[in-house]
């Protein structure tokens, strides 16, 4: 089955430093990938959808400048969070639509990453 | 976009059932349910794609009502296993999950 590799899964940075995760499909092509945050008790609320070669679009009230989001291929796609503080402390979850077909309409999750800021 | 779900919690016995809804203003393309655990990423549980579907087994089944705007996920005879915070959701080209159901099961 289609299978979606996250990483870190865990990291602890400084305020005011950047951190990036890295979301990858690994046994199918993902045009279209997903960027979630979850906050403690509380539902997966989409950020932004990464488009491969193009830019991405973010939900209302996401500020694009703090979430850097590239998809260079189609296998990766990248999320930084710039100047992180205490507030982005939170879970960040990846997703891909993955195949053709019934496929299309299935999303593949990553295994998320838990993000510190101290 | 977000769906709504409800109820919000819900505290069963080993062995009982629960339903959770799922609703929607607008008729949903899809429907989709995931269980989460703590700290870990949600768990596909299945995905109904036709107005008036049903699908699942004994113990964990779905409906998908004939507007497709609201549905349904039955849990049977449920199993300590079972618990954890189960999220319905929607596709318009982008995935959004509901609010959340949080599902307590005790010996």
């Known amino acids: 089955g289609a299978v979606v590799s996250q990483h870190p899964s865990r990291v602890i940075c400084k305020s005011g430093t950047s951190v990036k995760i890295e979301c990858r499909s690994l046994?199918?092509?993902?045009?279209?990938m997903f960027w979630y945050r979850q906050f403690p008790k509380k539902s997966l609320m989409l950020m932004a959808t990464s488009n491969e070669g193009s830019k991405a679009t973010y939900e209302q009230g996401v500020e694009k400048d703090k979430f850097l989001i590239n998809h260079a291929s189609l296998t990766l796609s990248t999320l930084t969070v710039t100047s992180a503080h205490p507030e982005d402390s939170s879970f960040y979850i990846c997703?891909?639509?993955?195949?053709?077909?019934?496929?299309?309409?299935?999303?593949?999750f990553g295994s998320g990453t838990r993000l510190t800021v101290v | 976009q977000q769906p709504v779900q409800s109820p919000q919690a819900v505290i069963l016995r080993e062995g009982e059932d629960a339903v959770i809804n799922c609703s929607s203003s607008k008729a949903l393309y899809s429907v989709h349910w995931y269980r989460q655990k703590h700290g870990e990423a949600p768990v596909f549980l299945m995905i109904l794609l036709k107005g008036g579907e049903q699908k699942g087994h004994e113990k964990i089944s779905a409906s998908f009502n004939e507007k497709k705007q609201q549905s349904s996920l039955y849990l049977t005879a449920s199993q300590l296993s079972y618990s954890g915070t189960y999220f319905c959701?929607?596709?318009?080209?982008?995935?959004?999950f509901g609010s959340g159901t949080k599902l307590n099961v005790k010996p």
């Open positions: 959701g929607s596709n318009f080209n982008k995935f959004y």
């Open positions: 997703s891909a639509r993955g195949g053709l077909g019934v496929g299309s309409h299935l999303y593949t």
């Open positions: 046994d199918f092509q993902a045009t279209t």
